[in-house]
Every structure is written in C-alpha cells, then in structure tokens.
C-alpha cells in the first residue's frame, strides 16, 4: 500500500488505544531505549492482522508451484497408464497354455488349449448364496438412503434441541458398549460353534477388557464435565451457521462423487499395467518351464500411480475444509445477520480451484507426507525394533506430525478467509490466536468427541432395529447379524462425514471469532456470547510492551 496512507494507520492505531482488546496498539509510554527498535518493527504486522477479514475482492493465484506439480503428476499418471493399456500382452492370462521349446530355447504356444470353466458346484453356491445378496444389497441401499433425512434430523436436533441431545446421549456411550458386550458374551456362551472356537477364558477376558474400556469412557466423561455446558453451546453456534448453508451437502458430496470419477481411470490403468510384460523361460533344478514377467516400469507406475491417488485424495479434503471455511467465514462477516450472502459457495469454490488451487494442493500434499510417514513408522512399531533411541525417534516423530496436522488444518481455514499462502497463512494464523491467548485444543478434542458419541449411539440404535426387522421378515438366521453390521459401519462413515463437516464448521467460527476478537469487532454477537468462555493459553509470557503498560 501506499506511502500516503500510513499517517491514517498510523492514527487509526492511536485511536484504538482505549479499547481493552487491543493492549498492544495503544500509545507509547516511556520505556527504554532497547525496546524501541523492537516495538517500531513490530508495528507493521499489528497494522497487517487488524486489516484482517474475508477477502471478497479479487485474488491472485497463489503457490502456483505446487498446483504444476500436481498436474505433473496427473498428466504422468494418466500418459503411462494410456501407454500401459496400448502396450498390454494379451497373452499374460494364458501362461498355462505356453510350454518350453528346447529348439528355439523360448516359450511357444500350445497348438490345443483347454478352456477352463466354472465348475456346476459353484453356479450352486451362487445359486445358494443369491438370497443373502439381495437382502444384503436391499439393506444397505435402504440404509444410504435413509442417512440423508438423518443427517436431516441430527442437524435440526443439533441445532434446536443441542443441550438435550447431548445429555440424552451421555448414558448411551456407556449403556451401548455394556450391552453390546453382554449381549455377545451370551450368545457366544450358548451357540456351541461359537463357544468352540472362542473358549471360555478368551470370552471372560474379552468382557473384563471392554469394562475397562467403559471406565475409561466414564472418566473422560467425568473429567470433562465442566466443559460439556460450553461445548453445548459451540456445537449449537455450529450447528446454526451450518443450516444457514445446506448448500453444502449438496456440493461436498458431488465433491467426493467426482473423486470417484477421477479415480476410476486410474484403477483402470493400473489393472492393465499388470499385462505389461512378456513370457519367458525359467530355469529350476535342471528343468525349464514358463512364466509371466513384468516389465520393469510396472512396480515404479504402480507406487506412483498410489502417491497420486493419496495425494488427490489428501487435496479433496483440503478442497472441501476450504470450501466449508470460506462459505461459513462469509456468513460470518456478512453484515445482516438475518440473511446469508448470496452465492457464497459458489464463491468459495472458485476460489478453492481457481487463485488458492496451489495452496490446496501444497496443504494436500503435507498431509499425504503426514500420512505416509506415519504408516512407516506404524509399520516399523510393528517390527518390534528395540532401543531407547528408536522409541524416541517415534514420539518426537509423532509429536512432529501431530503438530503438522494440527497447524495445517487451521491454515487452509485462514487462506479460504484471506486467499494468502500457505506460508503466510500458517504463520499469521499462530500469530493470531498467540496474540489473542486463544488455544484451539478444547474446541477440536471434546467437541468432536461428544459428536462422534452421539454418531455411535445413533447408528447402534438404528443397527438393533435393522437387526430385529431382518430377524423378523428373513430367513437369515446368524447372518443377519452380518448384515445389520454392514448397515452399522455404512450409516457410521455417512454420519461421520456429517460429524467431519461440522467439525470443520466450528473451527471456521472459531478462526473468525479470534479475528474478531483481534479486530475488537463483535460481527456475530451470539457466537462472542459462547465463544467469550473458552479457556485461554496459560503459558503466555507477556511481552515488554504489556509489562510497561501495566506499570
């Protein structure tokens, strides 16, 4: 900005002084000298985060480095998987048919080849197993089917009923665990294929390890529950900003449908891949006999067709924490609070894959580099390597990528709210809530365990009415209990897609309320009224500044 607009800032930081929420911006008392040159550069960042709030003017394309090396990889991924299918064998599922010619001394096909076919047994066990499919598949397409009006529901509890839904599900996380691990030590006990293969030392054992785990439930709950009135609230405010915006479940989940789509060339490619090769001869104990050799390229396209998968993957969830963070920052600012700006997701998205496509793609990759690294040091927990320093390397490895994780998710909030880097992003966003004494570990850890709480006692009450319903009108018997399960574990991962979604709504409006709080503007007086009780860092040194104005 301009030379000519500084003495404006420069009074516009003067006048604030009397205001309580900004101890840092007030006018200067004496001091000495060594602390002058630290206030005077400390001064333009005060003057960048006070300048802090949605940026709905243009923006430029940011982290553009990034964005090109992921299309690198994409066009890499798709140009050697086209190549793969132009260059396949036919002939790689036909190995048996190929015997050893010891005069050309390479493999040659057989003149007659018999053809393999299924034997009629098995069109009996398809035959056989064709009522269990369709009461399987009937089942789960009724279950996704119903997720969309219970998410419905939830949100609408949430939001109108959020104190009793909360307490009315704090007995179930205990009651549910208890007769689950009941029910299935007395059924194991009176089926005797069931008691034959777990023993009765094996089930006690199993039933006392799941009372401790319900301890350990309850403990949480009762060292938490101080916190759980506030978090009440927070998943209210939450829940309130996300019905202004129900727009969103119908982008995310065309989000992840184009995933898919992305995902199924690739797929296609690497089944393919497995075709390049060629027959050759192998030699064993004297003998010669044919097989199936890849060529060389294959291993290396497969490892980084995968990276690609897992970082897209990675990418579209950033993609979707933006699109989430930008929609609920701009109704969070919007200066009516009675009404919700006009084509915000829109907005939103065409930032997300326009000027910030690099910054999505460089938050994408960090988490995919989270990820890997953390599978390999799971992967070398599990080789049982000894030593002090192997298990420091580990916690101070895991400590690292937590804190990684952590930081990245409030970053890529930050940019969809200003459109910066990611870069300055990550440190304008430490800053920030540093500054304002603010720390984020409550609102991500009890929040989002109550809400996972009360997924798991939605879904387990909807997998013991399947259960009753598929025991009273089929003829499954015990697989029944298989297929409730199924419909358990799919309404979970619906559900818990919702849960990821308003996770990502409350620390959006917690970003935004720090920023506020930052500014000394109150832009959503209910969400200050909640948010005003969240406990503050006790580990913040004051600085000189704050110490001389103490004085």
Not at 37 to 44: F, G, K, N, Y
Not at 50 to 79: E, M
Not at 121 to 148: A, G, M, P, Q, R
Request: net charge neutral.
């Amino acid at each position: 900005m301009g030379s000519s607009e500084e003495p404006n800032k420069t009074s516009l930081l003067h006048d604030s002084s009397s205001s309580p929420t900004h101890p840092l911006l007030s006018k200067s008392f004496p001091s000495p000298p060594i602390s002058e040159p630290q206030l005077e550069s400390s001064e333009p960042d005060q003057t960048q985060f006070l300048q802090i709030s949605y940026n709905y003017g243009p923006r430029p394309f940011k982290d553009l480095p990034f964005l090109i090396l992921f299309l690198l990889f994409v066009l890499c991924t798709f140009g050697f998987g086209i190549f793969a299918v132009v260059n396949r064998n036919p002939n790689s599922s036909s190995v048996s048919s190929y015997s050893y010619d010891s005069s050309s001394t390479s493999c040659v096909k057989n003149s007659t080849s018999s053809l393999q076919q299924l034997p009629f047994s098995n069109y009996l066990e398809l035959s056989s197993s064709s009522h269990f499919l369709k009461d399987l598949i009937w089942t789960l397409v009724i279950t996704l089917i119903l997720s969309v009006p219970f998410c419905w529901l939830l949100l609408l509890s949430l939001k109108n009923y959020t104190k009793q839904v909360v307490y009315a599900s704090l007995p179930f996380f205990v009651v549910m665990p208890i007769f689950f691990d009941v029910f299935w030590f007395v059924a194991c006990t009176v089926s005797s294929s069931c008691s034959g293969v777990f023993p009765l030392v094996y089930r006690i054992l199993l039933l006392v390890f799941v009372f401790l785990f319900i301890g350990v439930i309850v403990w949480i709950i009762v060292a938490n529950w101080h916190r759980i009135e506030l978090t009440v609230n927070i998943i209210g405010i939450a829940s309130h900003s996300l019905s202004r915006n129900l727009g969103l479940f119908v982008v995310l989940p065309c989000l992840t449908f184009s995933l898919v789509v992305y995902y199924a060339p690739i797929v296609v490619f690497l089944v393919f891949a497995r075709l390049n090769g060629k027959i050759v001869a192998k030699e064993s104990s004297g003998e010669y006999y044919c097989v199936w050799k890849q060529d060389s390229w294959v291993p290396a396209y497969y490892t980084f067709a995968i990276l690609t998968m897992l970082w897209s993957a990675t990418a579209m969830v950033e993609l979707q924490v933006y699109v989430i963070s930008g929609t609920i920052s701009q109704w969070y600012f919007a200066k009516d609070d009675d009404s919700t700006p006009k084509r915000s997701i829109r907005s939103s998205l065409r930032n997300a894959l326009g000027p910030s496509s690099g910054t999505v793609c460089l938050s994408g990759l960090l988490i995919c580099v989270v990820r890997v690294v953390r599978a390999a040091v799971d992967s070398a927990r599990q080789e049982n390597l000894q030593g002090i320093v192997n298990i420091m390397l580990r916690c101070c490895v895991n400590a690292l990528l937590a804190a990684v994780h952590f930081l990245n998710k409030f970053t890529i909030i930050f940019a969809a709210i200003t459109g910066e880097t990611y870069c300055t992003s990550a440190r304008m966003t430490y800053e920030l809530l540093n500054r304002n004494l603010l720390s984020a570990v409550f609102v991500e850890t009890v929040s989002t365990r109550i809400l996972g709480g009360i997924v798991f006692v939605f879904s387990a009450i909807y997998a013991i009415v399947a259960c009753a319903i598929l025991k009273a009108v089929s003829n499954l018997g015990a697989d029944a209990y298989f297929v409730a399960v199924l419909a358990w574990v799919l309404l979970i991962l619906v559900l818990g897609f919702f849960v990821h979604v308003l996770d990502n709504v409350i620390d959006t409006v917690y970003v935004c309320y720090a920023i506020d709080r930052d500014r000394g503007e109150v832009c959503k007086q209910e969400v200050h009224e909640v948010y005003v009780s969240l406990p503050i860092r006790r580990n913040h040194r004051p600085s000189l500044a704050n110490r001389t104005l103490g004085v």
